[in-house]
């Protein structure tokens, strides 16, 4: 599956923005979708993953409670809705896709090219 992430930019603190992420393939209602992000200097992190069937999902602790993640298998895309913004959310986000549901980077073998995230104070 081919992934192309969109919908990133500069919002200030406490703003909303939604990020997108449109695949190609087949496989793409059958995988498990994960956002991932990038901040500089920094490793990346796993941010929030979703079932193929859009049931089970799984957040990491620090945006519990602010970011959604979502999915739309007949327009084969995936959604990330983060709300509440902080300046410590400012990074490369990533889209990826994988067989298992699974919080680590090593699970995911499809990866799309990033969008910045920009959080102002």
């Known amino acids: 599956v081919q992934l192309q992430a969109s919908g990133g930019g500069l919002v200030q603190a406490g703003g909303s923005l939604r990020l997108s992420c449109a695949a190609s393939g087949r496989t793409f209602s059958s995988s498990v979708m994960g956002w991932f992000r990038q901040a500089p200097g920094k490793e990346r992190e796993f941010v929030a993953f979703?079932?193929?069937?859009?049931?089970?999902?799984d957040y990491a602790d620090s945006v519990k409670g602010r970011f959604t993640i979502s999915r739309d298998n007949a327009k084969n895309t995936v959604y990330l809705q983060m709300n509440s913004l902080k300046p410590e959310d400012t990074a490369v986000y990533y889209c990826?896709?994988?067989?298992?549901?699974?919080?680590?980077?090593?699970?995911?073998?499809?990866w799309g090219q990033g969008t910045q995230v920009t959080v102002s104070s």
């Open positions: 990826a896709a994988s067989r298992y549901s699974s919080v680590a980077s090593t699970d995911f073998h499809s």
């Open positions: 979703i079932s193929w069937g859009g049931g089970t999902t």
